[in-house]
Each structure stands twice: as C-alpha cells, then as structure tokens.
C-alpha cells in the first residue's frame, strides 16, 4: 500500500514562479525523502528531512515536515523549464530496517 | 563511477517466456532493491536485499524472484512473464549509514529497463 500521497497529481506553471507540491502519509517515519524523475529516466534524490527536524534548504528547494499532521511540502522557486519533471515522496519507517515507500508523485510542467 | 547499471533497456517478450534483469552498482552500497513503475501507481517494491547474502520479498513479489549474487548485483527473475508484469522496472541501491544514530537511506536509482508482455 503507498504510504506518501502527493497533492497535486500535475501542476503547471510559467517560468519564474514557485511551485509547491503536498505529501502525505500515514503512519510514523524516521525520514522523508523527495525524488525527481524526469521523462524516460531514474528517479534522483532530492532532499531528505528527518524526523526532529521541520524545514531544510537546499539551492532553490525547501522542505517542511509537520509530523503532527503527517504531511511535508516541497517549494522549488523560481522555477525554470528544467524543473519540468514528476516528484516524489518516499517516507522510511521508524522501526528496524525499513524500506521506502513512494507515493504515486506530481507531475510538474514549467512553460518558457 | 557509473552508479547503477541495469540490463537490458527494453525487452519484449511472449507470455510464458523467462528474462532475468540485471543490475549492478558500484558504490559498495551494501542494499540493493527492484521496483516496478506503472502509470499512476508510483513504485511498488518487488523485492529488496538488505545486505550480501540476504532477500526480502516488497509489496508486489508474486511471479519474480531475486538473486543478491554478490555485494555489487542484483538481479530479477521472471520465470513465466505475464502480461500484468508489463512495466518499467527499477533497480536501485543504499547504504544506510549512522549519523549521530539517525538512519540515512537514499537510494541511488538505474537507468530503468522498459519490458513488455506480449
């Protein structure tokens, strides 16, 4: 079962404006990762934000976790057209040897 | 480095046929992990290897079967390919280190292999 849904399904944007992607999930994590995948290719890792903390940066990226009401946020400002791309959440357990779990992403489309 | 490696890219097959996918990593990642894609389902875990010697079945194992042949390969096996396992297979690897006690466990992800069932 997916664990992180994402909200939006697909987002589109012009050039220059943030866009901000949703995830939830379901049950306590020790992390919370965001993956890019873009069209035909691997996913790539992102950002990940543990579960003490409550925003990270990273260049144009911004994460914020709310465990309290199970959901993180993705920020990417200024978009560019090379930011056109699906994204994905992917949480791991707090127990033992977890794996990820993915949610079904958001597709993002930045027009020139 | 290369990172992830898997063969082949694409593949078509008939029903009843058998394939093994290979993957291979060179990051001495000491996990390894097979997903498959589907539109709007995201990636579903096949199966997983945690460590040299180890396997574990993922949400979605039925009709596969992994081999952790070494520290560096995975590979997966389809015995008897059926339609449904047309998709978009993923292999992808970790290493899950300590920092002050917290579990860090990105995954380095391959190129993909495209297979379609006949």
């Known amino acids: 079962s997916q664990q992180g849904e994402e909200d939006p399904q697909a987002l589109s944007i012009q050039e220059g404006e943030n866009a901000t992607m949703n995830c939830s999930y379901k049950?306590?994590?020790?992390?919370l990762q965001w993956y890019r995948q873009n069209s035909g290719r691997g996913l790539v890792h992102l950002i990940l934000?543990?579960?003490?903390?409550r925003e990270k940066h990273s260049g144009r990226l911004r994460v914020t976790l709310d465990t309290s009401k199970k959901s993180s946020s993705l920020l990417i400002t200024a978009s560019r057209a090379a930011d056109t791309a699906s994204y994905f959440c992917?949480?791991?357990?707090?127990?033992?040897?977890?794996?990820?779990?993915f949610g079904k992403g958001t597709m993002l489309l930045v027009s020139p | 480095n290369a990172g992830v490696t898997q063969t082949p890219k694409f593949q078509v097959l008939k029903t009843g046929q058998s394939m093994t996918l290979q993957c291979a990593q060179d990051?001495?990642?000491?996990?390894m992990y097979w997903y498959r894609q589907d539109p709007g389902m995201g990636l579903r875990l096949i199966y997983y290897?945690?460590?040299?010697?180890?396997?574990d079945k993922g949400e979605v194992p039925n009709g596969y079967n992994v081999s952790r042949l070494n520290k560096r390969e995975f590979s997966l096996r389809l015995e008897s390919a059926a339609p449904s396992q047309t998709s978009v297979y993923f292999c992808?690897?970790?290493?899950?280190?300590?920092?002050?006690?917290?579990?860090?466990?990105?995954?380095?992800f391959g190129p993909g292999t495209r297979l379609l069932v006949l």
């Open positions: 992808a690897s970790s290493d899950r280190r300590l920092a002050g006690g917290l579990r860090r466990e990105t995954q380095y």
């Open positions: 049950t306590s994590i020790n992390n």
């Open positions: 934000i543990r579960s003490n903390e």
């Open positions: 992917a949480t791991a357990a707090n127990s033992g040897y977890s794996t990820l779990t």
């Open positions: 990051m001495n990642h000491n996990s």
């Open positions: 290897s945690a460590s040299e010697g180890t396997t």
